[in-house]
């Protein structure tokens, strides 16, 4: 089973950038298919963005496009997220997850069967 973890969170003002990464261990990396999900207290985990196995495919929530890229690396065993022009509305812990279940893009949180600790993103205004 895949072991993630995140780091790269912090605090940021508005119209900043924070780069995250999600480091795998335990498994073929190039096997998992790679999500970015974020979370808010009193709401449902969301998704941010979704890498295939490859790498060839992305997808993004409507609420990041242009602004984060997700991007994998196979031979490290690494996911990026870059977001940029933060806003505050980007305030949440951001979950890095995998799952060996899809070969696409997978944007339902119960698709991946690996979960990160949480890393926690803080836009001030």
């Known amino acids: 089973q895949v072991q993630l973890v995140e780091s790269g969170g912090g605090l940021v003002q508005a119209g900043g950038s924070l780069k995250l990464s999600c480091a795998a261990s335990?498994?073929?990396?190039?096997?998992?298919?790679m999500g970015w999900f974020r979370q808010t207290p009193g709401k449902e985990r969301e998704i941010v963005a979704a890498?295939?196995?490859?790498?060839?495919?992305?997808y993004y929530a409507d609420f990041v496009k242009g602004r984060f890229t997700l991007s994998r690396d196979n031979a490290k065993s690494t996911a990026h997220l870059q977001m940029n022009s933060l806003k505050p509305d980007d305030t949440a812990v951001y979950y890095c997850?995998?799952?060996?279940?899809?070969?696409?893009?997978?944007?339902?949180?119960?698709?991946?069967?690996?979960w990160g600790q949480g890393t926690r993103v803080t836009v001030a205004s």
């Open positions: 997850a995998a799952t060996d279940l899809v070969q696409g893009p997978a944007v339902n949180p119960l698709q991946y069967n690996a």
């Open positions: 335990g498994t073929t990396f190039s096997r998992y298919t």
């Open positions: 890498i295939n196995r490859s790498g060839s495919a992305t």
